[in-house]
């Protein structure tokens, strides 16, 4: 659970007056030794004149006094003196919060203090150094000095300052948790100043005991002492103090969740500290009504408060207060699902609270950090940052932060697995908890208890955990607690077979959740209805449901792009499980359009993941849409929910009688929908909005008047070329293949073969095209039967000639166009062109038509070894490679040619967009992971990673049709794959840089093969074809030795020959390069039409 800070009055009392220290005189002197008293008397004047600056808050001026002091003291050798010029000093640096400056100069008054035997100033000293100690999370040892001073003025008989003292005791002690003794020493403190009549005390103690019982959770009895306290300070006109405990009181009604009465207190204290210029008073206040509008929910005022704050206290130099006001920042975008926002404030908060040494607030922050790391599915880096907090609180002796980073270490532990561990964290805090009286804190546990023992298969147990917790979040006011503890009774009813109850305790879960704006908490209850009537057979509401949790996963995730890249993963790897539920569903009831627009949102998502910043279009950025029929289903679902979390917001005591019958009537039509959620789901209304969804009467006036449906078919006819857009999706047990074509309703085809039958399929079929001699035509076929025989026939019927092929996960590893159907290969029936995403692409644009400008560069001798991540590599020339330039030179005049040491970044990156096509016959490893581990090598050993291209190529192919890697390799992890993200990455960087298209190859062919197949491939470009076209003719003219298929409309002949890298001479066309090893690894994405 992250903590909010809330600003208190001050805790330390001790006021620091002047002190004479002058000398009596009875005996005759001499001139020297009057010339040294003068001297004195001087130095006591600035002294005095210090200490009245210092109380009077000219911290400037009592800077240069106590120097001129000090000095003055030094000269003449007066220990004493100089002792108070030190305490002086430290009053100073505290006022400038300086702790470890004030420390330093209390610890070297102490000896001088001792050495002249003046007790009373070593009480001063030792006091002061507790006060420092306490600001630095030092409690212990601030006891320590606190004890020693207050033997002192006992033993002196300085009744004030010992009252003073037992006032700090008690503060540290209610920082350690140990509110008991804390409660002990305020007595005697209280005593004390009672026993001296010192009203002003009194005020000041019974503020501090008030404090105390507000820690405990004791709202009431701190009411009590506050009220006390109010009454003497009133009295006694002590406008600062008034102030100081009117934004305490209104702490306790924040703290009771009475937030009006809180709001009220706080805007009263402001008043007090505006009329008197308290410009960090006016900080306080304006950050603990930011708190109250964040426990509303209220997130906008919420953050307009804690800036007008932060801008105060950055004014007015109060570091420790810019540091909890920017913790508290970031938790506003915490609960907003803004992570990165949350983030960058704790990482700026945590280094002002690490340097001004306040060691317990910034190992709350840790905890704060680690609970974000949580959400994002970090959880070894949340548990490493847990820890570190834990050993801060546990030294400084924090109780409070104790439990609640026990308590999150527990949630991270639950999230891997780990429910026994869980637990065993959980009850460490739930003790701890219990034992200071933190009821907040305690829900929170027993909440999570409930969750541990849900994992453990015990619903039973977590329901009565789940409903101690809902019992004292609702008593404490905590509307995200209860909203969280909802959700997680849902679930248990869920695991229970109660699906009619789950539904009804996630419809108030759902209500609360987005009343306070909390995303991430919305999300994930939309998942689970989704699943719920999912299971319930209930498909067309169960697709609702989903596509409202998508589309506030597409809300945060479009928060969290400067995040990064591993952060970004692990929290998209922790809702694609939606995505792909709700593309599942959608199929399954023929949905096909929408279910390709969810196909589309996980191809930005994949691309995003990998490179950041992948925005796609209007379209995705815009999330799924909800059909009418959906919205109004969706709204009748949960309005019970809503209505019902918003009257049980308000207090029972300030209900209208209205409002108290209303509540009466939601509570008993929710029980109707516990009682039967079947009756709401075949209600005759509904089952008529259900009706439009369904069948012919959806397919014939909904997904027709779907604006993105008619542009993708403006875009397959604009191309003209019979083109078709085929969209697989990999699920746990099955493929599902999308066909989208020109002039008809798109089809699904679903394929009986589960995600790991078709990656061992998939990987077997990799390893066979690895090599020249293997035979792939078996394993060909069968991804065949799989992908394209399904809709064989209804690509016959529409005489479709080019396929837009959008792979999913694996598929991304292997080529289209080597599969066969047992007669053919499928390049020979149809071009090939991939693409990211259907929504990252624009077929509408013409294809630009001019004559090549190339850019050729080489690397064709030399080696080059180097690690990247953790893999090692060593790169050796490619003989060919060089010879394919040399072609290129030789078939389109004019073209500009860099080989090896001539090939580097600073010769290539200033001409690039001066060409058209930018051919690189050089080493490109695209591997999974980062854009960071996969790059291009140059051929003076220069390297240019994906991340580098993202950032620093954007835009400089403007002028670019083609970009040309002639000798990738893809799929370097060995027997397994991963999603392919990085083959999709380059297509769409190169497109993000301008190009049109981009050819690059899934493995590296040797044998001359890539020479050959670009020869071909420029010899049929260079004749009128398209790229993608092109691109399949020169493969048609490796398979079956005939030039004759590259020759252009106006029968140009095209003529390349072979090279035997052995003996350098020319050999006969064979089938030697029939092989797919050879012609299948390139592939085309982008625009090659």
């Known amino acids: 659970m992250p903590r909010l800070f809330k600003a208190l009055a001050p805790l330390f009392l001790l006021s620091l007056l002047a002190f004479s220290i002058s000398p009596l005189l009875s005996t005759p002197i001499s001139a020297q030794e009057l010339t040294a008293q003068n001297r004195d008397v001087d130095a006591q004047d600035f002294l005095d004149q210090g200490f009245q600056q210092i109380n009077a808050g000219q911290v400037e001026l009592a800077l240069e006094s106590f120097q001129q002091a000090l000095a003055l003291f030094q000269e003449t050798g007066n220990r004493q003196g100089e002792a108070y010029a030190l305490v002086g000093l430290g009053r100073v640096s505290e006022a400038n919060q300086e702790v470890q400056d004030a420390l330093s100069a209390y610890e070297a008054a102490l000896p001088l203090f001792v050495e002249v035997g003046d007790r009373p100033g070593e009480g001063i000293a030792l006091t002061g150094m507790g006060v420092m100690y306490g600001n630095l999370g030092r409690y212990e040892q601030a006891l320590g000095v606190y004890e020693n001073a207050l033997a002192i003025f006992r033993e002196v008989g300085d009744r004030q300052r010992e009252g003073d003292v037992l006032n700090n005791i008690g503060a540290v002690q209610n920082s350690l948790g140990q509110q008991t003794q804390a409660l002990e020493a305020y007595q005697q403190a209280l005593e004390t100043s009672q026993e001296l009549g010192d009203r002003l005390g009194q005020g000041i103690t019974l503020n501090n005991i008030g404090l105390v019982y507000d820690n405990l959770g004791r709202y009431e009895d701190a009411l009590y002492y506050y009220q006390q306290a109010l009454s003497i300070l009133d009295e006694l006109e002590a406008r600062a103090s008034v102030g100081g405990l009117l934004n305490n009181i209104g702490a306790v009604y924040n703290g009771l969740g009475q937030y009006e009465q809180a709001l009220d207190y706080y805007q009263q204290a402001l008043d007090i500290r505006l009329e008197l210029g308290d410009r960090r008073g006016e900080g306080v206040t304006l950050n603990n009504m930011g708190l109250v509008y964040e426990n509303l929910g209220q997130y906008e005022r919420a953050l307009a408060s804690y800036q007008q704050a932060l801008d105060i206290r950055i004014a007015v130099g109060d570091s420790r207060g810019e540091g909890i006001t920017l913790s508290n920042i970031g938790l506003v975008y915490d609960s907003l699902g803004q992570y990165e926002q949350a983030l960058d404030h704790y990482q700026q908060a945590l280094a002002i609270l690490t340097e001004v040494g306040d060691r317990n607030r910034s190992a709350n922050i840790r905890s704060n950090i680690g609970a974000l790391y949580t959400n994002l599915g970090q959880y070894q880096q949340a548990l490493e940052i847990y820890q570190q907090a834990l050993a801060i609180e546990t030294e400084v002796g924090d109780r409070a932060g104790q439990g609640i980073t026990l308590n999150n270490i527990g949630t991270a532990h639950e999230a891997l697995g780990q429910h026994e561990q869980a637990l065993s964290y959980y009850q460490q805090a739930l003790a701890i908890r219990r034992d200071i009286g933190d009821r907040r804190g305690e829900g929170v546990t027993l909440s999570n208890i409930g969750v541990a023992y849900s994992s453990l298969g015990d619903p039973e147990q977590a329901l009565n955990y789940y409903q101690q917790a809902l019992t004292i979040r609702r008593e404490v006011g905590d509307r995200t607690g209860e909203g969280d503890t909802l959700n997680n009774i849902g679930l248990a009813y869920t695991y229970l077979g109660q699906s009619d109850q789950a539904l009804a305790t996630y419809q108030q879960a759902l209500a609360i959740r987005a009343e306070l704006g909390d995303r991430a908490g919305e999300g994930t209850t939309l998942t689970n209805i989704g699943y719920t009537l999912d299971e319930l057979g209930e498909a067309e509401l169960a697709i609702i449901f989903f596509k409202q949790a998508v589309n506030r996963w597409e809300e945060i995730r479009g928060n969290i792009r400067g995040l990064t890249l591993e952060q970004q993963q692990t929290f998209t790897d922790r809702v694609s499980d939606s995505y792909r539920r709700l ?364 991340q580098e291209i993202r950032e620093e190529w954007r835009g400089r192919f403007n002028q670019v049709d083609l970009i040309v890697l002639s000798a990738c390799e893809t799929g370097l992890g060995g027997d397994t794959l991963g999603t392919g993200e990085e083959i999709l990455g380059f297509g769409y960087l190169m497109q993000e840089a301008g190009a049109e298209a981009a050819i690059a190859s899934l493995w590296q062919v040797s044998d001359g093969g890539t020479q050959v197949l670009m020869d071909a491939f420029y010899a049929a470009l260079n004749n009128g074809y398209s790229k993608a076209e092109a691109l399949q003719r020169a493969q048609l003219a490796l398979i079956t030795s005939d030039q004759t298929v590259l020759s252009g409309e106006r029968g140009e002949r095209a003529d390349y020959e072979v090279i035997d890298l052995r003996t350098g001479q020319p050999l006969s066309q064979s089938s030697d390069l029939a092989h797919p090893y050879y012609w299948a690894p390139f592939i085309l994405i982008g625009n090659g039409l």
């Open 583 to 946: 593309a599942d569903l959608l199929l399954q009831a023929d949905r096909v359009l929408e279910a390709q627009r969810v196909l589309d949102l996980l191809q930005v998502q994949e691309l995003d993941e990998y490179l950041q910043d992948v925005r796609g279009n209007a379209d995705t950025e815009s999330g799924v849409a909800l059909l009418d029929p959906e919205v109004e289903i969706s709204n009748r679902a949960i309005a019970i929910g809503y209505e019902l979390a918003a009257l049980r917001a308000i207090p029972v005591a300030e209900l209208t009688d209205e409002q108290r019958q209303r509540l009466a009537e939601l509570d008993a039509a929710q029980r109707d929908i516990i009682q039967d959620f079947q009756a709401f789901i075949n209600s005759p209304d509904v089952q008529a909005l259900v009706a439009q969804l369904q069948g012919d009467v959806r397919e014939q006036d909904v997904l027709a008047e779907l604006d993105e449906f008619i542009n993708l078919q403006n875009n397959l006819q604009a191309i003209d070329q019979n083109a078709v857009l085929i969209y697989p999706l990999i699920l746990a047990d099955r493929l599902e293949v999308v066909l989208i074509t020109p002039f008809s309703e798109p089809t699904r085809y679903p394929v009986p073969v589960g995600r790991n039958q078709l990656n061992e399929t998939i990987v077997a079929f990799r390893q066979a095209l690895d090599t020249p001699d293997s035979n792939p035509e078996a394993i060909a076929q069968q991804l065949y039967d799989w992908l394209i025989a399904p809709m064989a026939s209804d690509l016959e019927a529409i005489g479709a000639e080019t396929l837009l092929y959008a792979p999913d996960g694996a598929l991304r590893y292997i080529p289209l166009a080597a599969l066969h159907d047992g007669d053919r290969w499928l390049i020979e029936r149809f071009r090939i062109n991939h693409i990211t995403a259907s929504s990252l692409q624009d077929f509408t644009l013409p294809p630009t038509v001019r004559p090549p400008q190339i850019l050729a560069a080489a690397f064709s001798e030399g080696l080059f070894a180097f690690d990247v991540g953790q893999r090692s590599f060593s790169f050796g020339g490619l003989p060919f490679a060089g010879t394919e330039v040399e072609n290129l030179v030789t078939a389109f005049p004019g073209t500009t040619q860099l080989m090896n040491e001539d090939f580097s970044r600073t010769t290539l990156e200033p001409i690039m967009d001066s060409h058209t096509i930018v051919h690189l016959a050089t080493h490109a490893a695209f591997v999974p992971g980062s854009p960071r581990d996969s790059f291009i090598l140059f051929g003076n050993g220069d390297r240019l990673t994906l």
